[in-house]
């Protein structure tokens, strides 16, 4: 038996591949298949099943394109309401996968249709445990994302309870030394307090995972409610989405449309995805900052700031540059509202200034200040008292709140969010001036 573990760092994701005998079965896999073809190729081995533990609403799986190319049979619980061929996992279904056992666990908490998976070894043996976005290393999925998305919509509080009876009738009933597997780490928003660390056992959760410590089921609810982070514009698309099952990638992206020297038509959402120091020395007019170097988090504040019923241009320096964000942007769903990639766009160009640090740093209250972190960022304190906190999932639509009659500026934690902030109050308030923090913020901490 093999376990591969495969991490995409952007959205925080983790997927599985499990090899015995030839065959392998995989968790969770995220839209790119290459990876897992490369495992199985390596294993001289062949894909022949897909275990989904829930519809997800970060990433767009991509367990319709292995079933409909390679045959693998994709197993999920029926509560999820697919619109494909599938074998239903119910709690306890076992399926043998080579010499080794995946025994369906039933955890609802973070959805209501939510399965893990045991990996039972060739002695039947408890040897992982696959468990989604239900237990995470440190933390359990946040239980707010099934509210208005979903074949089966529950509240947070009702979610909220179920976890309570997952954490104390199923996790804990496991074996100590059984490895925990989960499907995101820190970063993810589909969790509050998740650990560096992306795997775990049993023993390490119930020891250190506040979820296993709170004895009362109703002070679990209301610490479980509390203080959880913003919900993304494309969350409930992509739930959407992987219920029915997303087009291939390859050909998703093959067949985004690409356009050179163009003049983009006024009053379009356009996504420059450059680097913010090449931004600010010329763009088009109205253009939204959202950086696509290999460490930042395009997809989340693409899918945050744009929403999935918006159609829009994503503008970048060359053609390799544009071909990463076009696929990136496919990897939660959004090669399908892109109108065009465009490169050397045809427009109104303009450029930013820099802030005068030193008369901000002797004259804060001269200008307005706009915070755009999240709410629970800002409960941990403000850079300034003055401060409006808007955050930047909010703020296309809450920037009338602004007060342009002094100069505005812009600031998040560490320089990367207030670039698109910045951009977007620019863009929808042109004759305002306006600047960006950018990295300066951490002289203000």
């Given at each position: 038996m093999?376990?591969?573990?495969?991490?995409?760092?952007?959205?925080?994701?983790?997927?599985?591949?499990?090899?015995?005998?030839g065959?392998?079965?995989?968790?969770?896999?995220?839209?790119?298949?290459?990876?897992?073809?490369?495992?199985?190729?390596?294993?001289?081995?062949?894909i022949?099943?897909?275990?989904?533990?829930?519809?997800?609403?970060?990433?767009?799986?991509?367990?319709?394109?292995?079933q409909?190319?390679?045959?693998?049979e994709?197993?999920?619980?029926?509560?999820?309401?697919?619109n494909?061929?599938?074998?239903h996992?119910?709690?306890?279904?076992?399926?043998?996968?080579?010499?080794?056992?995946?025994?369906?666990?039933?955890?609802?908490?973070?959805?209501?249709?939510h399965?893990?998976?045991?990996?039972?070894?060739?002695?039947?043996?408890?040897?992982?445990?696959?468990t989604?976005?239900?237990?995470?290393?440190?933390?359990?999925?946040?239980?707010?994302?099934?509210?208005?998305?979903?074949?089966?919509?529950?509240?947070?509080?009702?979610?909220?309870?179920?976890?309570?009876?997952?954490?104390?009738?199923?996790?804990?009933?496991?074996?100590?030394?059984?490895?925990?597997?989960?499907?995101?780490?820190?970063?993810?928003?589909c969790?509050?307090?998740?650990?560096?660390e992306?795997?775990?056992?049993?023993?390490?959760?119930?020891?250190n995972?506040?979820?296993?410590?709170?004895?009362?089921?109703?002070?679990?609810?209301?610490a479980?409610?509390?203080?959880?982070?913003?919900?993304?514009k494309?969350?409930?698309?992509?739930?959407?989405?992987?219920?029915?099952?997303?087009?291939?990638?390859?050909?998703?992206?093959?067949?985004?449309?690409?356009?050179?020297?163009?003049?983009?038509?006024?009053?379009?959402?356009i996504?420059?995805?450059?680097?913010?120091?090449?931004?600010?020395?010329?763009?088009?007019?109205?253009?939204?900052?959202?950086?696509?170097?290999?460490?930042?988090?395009?997809?989340?504040?693409?899918?945050?700031?744009?929403?999935?019923?918006?159609e829009?241009?994503?503008?970048?320096e060359?053609?390799?540059?544009?071909?990463?964000?076009?696929?990136?942007?496919?990897?939660?769903?959004?090669?399908?509202?892109?109108?065009?990639?465009?490169?050397?766009?045809k427009?109104?160009?303009?450029?930013?200034?820099?802030?005068?640090?030193?008369?901000?740093?002797?004259?804060?209250?001269?200008?307005?200040?706009?915070?755009?972190?999240?709410?629970?960022?800002?409960?941990?304190?403000?850079?300034?008292?003055?401060?409006?906190?808007?955050?930047?999932?909010?703020?296309?639509?809450?920037?009338?709140?602004?007060?342009?009659?002094?100069?505005?500026?812009?600031?998040?934690?560490?320089?990367?969010?207030?670039?698109?902030?910045?951009?977007?109050?620019?863009?929808?308030?042109?004759?305002?001036?306006v600047?960006?923090?950018s990295?300066?913020?951490?002289?203000?901490?």
């Amino acid at each position: 038996m093999n376990i591969k573990h495969f991490y995409d760092e952007a959205l925080a994701q983790g997927s599985f591949a499990i090899e015995s005998e030839g065959k392998v079965a995989l968790i969770d896999p995220s839209r790119d298949i290459k990876p897992y073809l490369d495992f199985a190729d390596q294993h001289d081995a062949k894909i022949v099943a897909v275990f989904e533990t829930h519809p997800h609403a970060d990433f767009i799986s991509s367990h319709l394109e292995l079933q409909k190319k390679f045959g693998a049979e994709i197993f999920i619980n029926e509560k999820v309401g697919v619109n494909y061929d599938f074998k239903h996992m119910g709690h306890g279904n076992h399926v043998k996968i080579g010499n080794v056992t995946f025994k369906a666990l039933f955890t609802p908490g973070h959805s209501p249709d939510h399965n893990s998976y045991l990996l039972l070894d060739e002695n039947g043996k408890q040897k992982a445990v696959f468990t989604g976005d239900s237990l995470f290393v440190g933390d359990v999925g946040r239980p707010d994302l099934r509210e208005g998305a979903g074949n089966i919509q529950v509240s947070g509080k009702d979610l909220a309870g179920m976890m309570y009876d997952t954490i104390n009738n199923v996790f804990s009933e496991l074996s100590d030394e059984t490895i925990v597997y989960p499907a995101h780490g820190a970063g993810s928003l589909c969790g509050k307090n998740m650990s560096s660390e992306l795997s775990s056992t049993i023993a390490n959760e119930k020891a250190n995972n506040w979820a296993f410590q709170i004895e009362d089921k109703d002070k679990f609810v209301d610490a479980f409610l509390e203080g959880q982070s913003f919900i993304p514009k494309y969350f409930p698309n992509s739930v959407e989405v992987n219920r029915k099952g997303a087009a291939e990638l390859e050909t998703s992206v093959k067949n985004a449309s690409r356009k050179e020297a163009i003049e983009i038509p006024k009053g379009s959402i356009i996504i420059d995805s450059r680097a913010k120091e090449a931004f600010k020395k010329g763009h088009l007019k109205g253009a939204i900052n959202i950086q696509n170097q290999e460490a930042d988090k395009f997809e989340t504040w693409l899918g945050s700031i744009v929403g999935p019923e918006e159609e829009y241009y994503l503008i970048a320096e060359n053609e390799n540059e544009l071909e990463f964000a076009i696929y990136r942007a496919a990897k939660i769903g959004y090669e399908s509202n892109l109108v065009a990639g465009v490169i050397n766009p045809k427009g109104e160009i303009v450029t930013d200034a820099s802030v005068n640090l030193e008369d901000f740093k002797n004259n804060p209250d001269a200008y307005t200040i706009i915070d755009i972190r999240n709410k629970s960022e800002v409960a941990d304190g403000k850079f300034f008292d003055s401060a409006l906190n808007i955050p930047l999932p909010e703020l296309r639509e809450r920037v009338n709140e602004i007060d342009t009659q002094k100069p505005v500026i812009v600031h998040c934690a560490g320089g990367y969010r207030s670039a698109a902030g910045f951009s977007i109050i620019k863009s929808k308030l042109p004759t305002a001036k306006v600047y960006d923090l950018s990295d300066e913020v951490n002289e203000f901490k």
